[in-house]
């Protein structure tokens, strides 16, 4: 009996401490985009991508906007698509969470893959599209960027949410995460530089691409 009631207070603590959690609203979200309806949707697509080399490569093709269990999707997806390294990932997305952006870029460059803003047709050949905001970061993983004629990259200031805090000093944090990131990827400061200084999307040049290092293809050879 008394090890009925202690495992029954357990349960009740443990019951009230996943109340609370899911309560919150950041929780909720998170829940229904990992489990409910992902923000993400994602289609295999082979015969993707030709390397310099001249060898084909499969892709993953993922759309839509990076929502708060993004980053775990991600992985699911990857797992599920057996990418290797040099496979492609293809971005079509107007952002979404930073965070979740941010792990989807370093999932990414753990795994070797190339990066490219696209969409696959109806017969799996890859369109341009756009991938703005936080997509950026996630394209920035890419240990290749392709830049795919007539596809589109966009920045603009982002803004951080505090409960509590100091939205000032949460800014300057997150800040200083991405200029860290980006440099890790290969990125110039400039994007970011860029994407302070608008709070409307700017879309990036061809030359701005390459110039910052955004892009490190810039002759497309994907599709």
Request: net charge negative.
């Amino acid at each position: 009996m008394g090890s009925f009631a202690i495992l029954a207070v357990i349960l009740f603590s443990y019951g009230v401490s996943a109340y609370r959690d899911l309560s919150r609203p950041e929780a909720w979200a998170y829940w229904r985009d990992l489990y409910f309806s992902p923000g993400l949707t994602s289609t295999i697509v082979s015969d993707a991508y030709t390397d310099s080399a001249g060898h084909l490569h499969p892709g993953l093709a993922v759309s839509g906007k990076i929502g708060a269990a993004a980053a775990s999707w991600f992985r699911d997806r990857i797992e599920e698509a057996h990418l290797s390294p040099g496979d492609a990932v293809f971005l079509s997305s107007p952002g979404g969470y930073i965070d979740q952006a941010l792990i989807i870029g370093e999932v990414i460059r753990s795994k070797g893959l190339v990066t490219a803003v696209g969409v696959p047709d109806s017969s799996g050949h890859i369109k341009p599209s756009y991938c703005a905001s936080a997509c950026v970061f996630a394209y920035a993983g890419g240990t290749v960027r392709i830049g795919i004629p007539g596809s589109k990259l966009g920045v603009h200031r982002f803004t951080t949410t505090s409960t509590g805090g100091d939205p000032v000093a949460d800014t300057q944090r997150t800040t200083g995460i991405v200029l860290g990131y980006m440099t890790k990827m290969g990125v110039s400061s400039a994007v970011v530089e860029a994407m302070s200084a608008t709070n409307d999307i700017h879309w990036l040049s061809a030359k701005e691409t390459t110039e910052t290092g955004l892009v490190t293809d810039p002759l497309g050879s994907g599709g």
